[in-house]
């Protein structure tokens, strides 16, 4: 895993960093999910995301919508709420919290 001090979504540098599953755990177990991808990928596909990235991506994004479209880094910042939303908090300081909606079930 790359650098756990620098969000792999927004950039930032010398935040504390989250494990984001890019393939959600609670799809594993989902035959479509395991036909498209081997154990190793469904367990290694992980970002080091700050909170308010990983909150602002489940916020968005439901679990199984990640595991079907949104399962790189690429796709995830494709998507262009995320983008904006990286673009946005990209240059705030690394302790800056902000209000996320409640996240999509």
Partial sequence: MPDAS????CGRTAVRTTRHHLI???????KR??????????????LAVCRPCHSHIHAVL???ELAE?????????????IAQFAQWIADK????KPTIRRPKR
């Fill in 69 to 81: 479209v949104y399962n790189t880094r690429a796709d995830l910042l494709a998507h262009p709420d």
């Fill in 6 to 9: 620098q969000c792999q979504i």
């Fill in 33 to 46: 999910i395991r036909k498209r991808f081997d154990r190793d990928d469904r367990l290694g596909r992980i």
């Fill in 93 to 96: 300081p690394a302790g800056f």
């Fill in 24 to 30: 959600p755990r609670r799809t594993h177990r989902l």
């Fill in 62 to 64: 439901g679990e199984k």
